[in-house]
């Protein structure tokens, strides 16, 4: 029978995306479950197993045309033999992904970071276009990043790499997550500009932002957009200077990268040209002209479904390399 069909697996903190894809990446079904972090964090795995036997059922499809499984996940990964260090979120650690999928499976299974299935997502049906040297990064929650180079992922020493929210871009700056000052992610995430915008709430109680917070009893990165397309001047000072900081540190990271392409992703892109256009400028103005003339800034474009696509491809290219 002919194997023309992938497993894409996209595994999040709360729920888990997964796609059948064709070879050229076409999603032929999508869906989503929730991600259970029961039995060391092996429940999650069985969970997916089961959820694409059901629906292969369901659409009267062949086991036997599955070409294999590509699975993202948050953590520290080795990409090489699918090894995860550590994934917090999930309770992983020092678990061999790849070989507990695959002994369930049959089938073989390429495990990558989920910001890096992301990239390769996009750089393969997305913003990217098959560029040799992209850096991607995805405002969200937090903020997120895959670097390929070369054409090759970048893991570095212990998988990593990429880690762009953790540039430092304020040493006095707010502590962050990952316990240091003034990472990137404190300014540029939507919990970063929340949290700007929920400074100008406390130092000016007759803003529209304060008002905005006494009417919804909260503040979001969607709302500090919003009241900026309406000419609101404290806004339109939060997405400056956000683009400022995001444009200083792609500038400062494309001097070692040289990239063709760099793309942003993540909920907080959904602003569009309201935040490329301010980041674009600040970009121009940090970075080597040299470097800033061959490089292009993009939204991503395939949202969600990245992380599934990107998952395939692992397959994909392996299996037709
Ligand atoms: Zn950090």
Known sequence: MNKNIIVGVDIGGTTVKIGLLKIDGKIIK??????????????????????VLITLTELSIDLEQLLGIGI????????ENGYVYEAVNLGW????????????????????NDANIAVI???WLGAGNHSKDVIAVTLGTGVGGGIITSGKILNGANGTAGEIGHIIVDTSGYTCNCGRKGCLETIASATGIARQAMKIVKDKPASKLAKVFE????????DVFELAALGDDD?????????????????NLSIT??????LIGGGV???????????????????????????????AELGNDAGIIGAAYLVKNFKTE
């Open 30 to 51: 999508k869906w989503e479950i929730e991600t259970k972090k029961s039995k060391d964090g092996t429940q999650v795995v069985d969970d997916i197993w089961d959820s």
């Open 257 to 262: 990268l040289n990239p063709s392409k760099i």
């Open 93 to 112: 650690k020092d678990f061999n992904l790849s070989d507990y999928m695959s002994s369930k499976s049959g089938l073989p299974v390429f495990v990558e």
């Open 215 to 222: 009417e919804n009893k909260t503040i979001n990165s969607k």
């Open 235 to 251: 806004c339109n000072q939060i997405i400056d200077y956000t683009a400022d900081v995001i444009g200083f540190a792609l500038a």
């Open 121 to 123: 997502g996009e750089n």
């Open 269 to 299: 892109s959904k602003a569009g040209n309201q935040l490329l256009q301010p980041i674009k400028k600040y970009f121009t103005k940090y970075a080597l002209p040299r470097i800033s003339e061959a490089c292009e800034l993009r939204i």
């Open 72 to 79: 993202g996940a948050p953590g520290f990964i080795d990409g």
